[in-house]
């Protein structure tokens, strides 16, 4: 959980204030997740801050949800040019990838567990994109 505050605060993802009126909150809470290496054993324990996203109204909190991907018979056909020109291939991983997008519109969500706000009637207004957010694919 301290790794994934760590990267929210430098990220900027929200700013705690106290919530303007005739705004909606939505909750949020933790996921852990034990991640296995090959032989089984444990590599790492993940947390993620997630969005509960049964609490997003369309057209309040995410107008599209569309991102495009990528359909697996190209990335076959990218492959297999590569491979056939003996072209190197390298793979990126980008860590906390959601955590970078900006948001347009105004969502808050609740203090989340480990933070200590100031006021109890205080939430935090995302200024980028949680996981689950169901805008978060398309930002």
């Known amino acids: 959980?301290?790794?994934?505050?760590?990267?929210?605060?430098v990220?900027?993802?929200w700013v705690i204030?106290?919530?303007p009126p005739n705004k909606i909150i939505i909750g949020c809470r933790w996921i852990f997740k034990i991640q296995y290496n090959s032989d089984g054993f444990i590599d790492r324990y993940k947390a993620r801050l997630v969005a509960k996203d049964h609490n997003q109204l369309e057209g309040l909190h995410f107008?599209?949800?569309f991102s495009l991907v990528a359909k697996l018979?190209?990335?076959?056909?990218?492959?297999a040019i590569a491979?056939?020109?003996?072209w190197s291939l390298k793979q990126l991983n980008v860590s906390n990838a959601f955590?970078?997008?900006?948001?347009?519109?105004?969502?808050y969500t609740k203090v989340s567990h480990g933070l200590k706000p100031s006021s109890p009637n205080q939430v935090c207004k995302l200024q980028h994109s949680l996981y689950?957010?169901?805008?978060?694919?398309?930002q």
Request: charged share 30%; aromatic share 0%.
């Open 1 to 9: 959980m301290d790794v994934e505050l760590d990267v929210i605060k």
């Open 99 to 107: 955590l970078q997008n900006e948001l347009h519109e105004d969502v």
């Open 83 to 86: 491979s056939s020109q003996c």
């Open 132 to 138: 689950d957010l169901k805008k978060a694919g398309r």
């Open 63 to 65: 107008l599209d949800t």
């Open 17 to 19: 204030m106290t919530l």
């Open 73 to 79: 018979t190209t990335v076959r056909l990218l492959l």
């Open 11 to 13: 990220n900027n993802t």
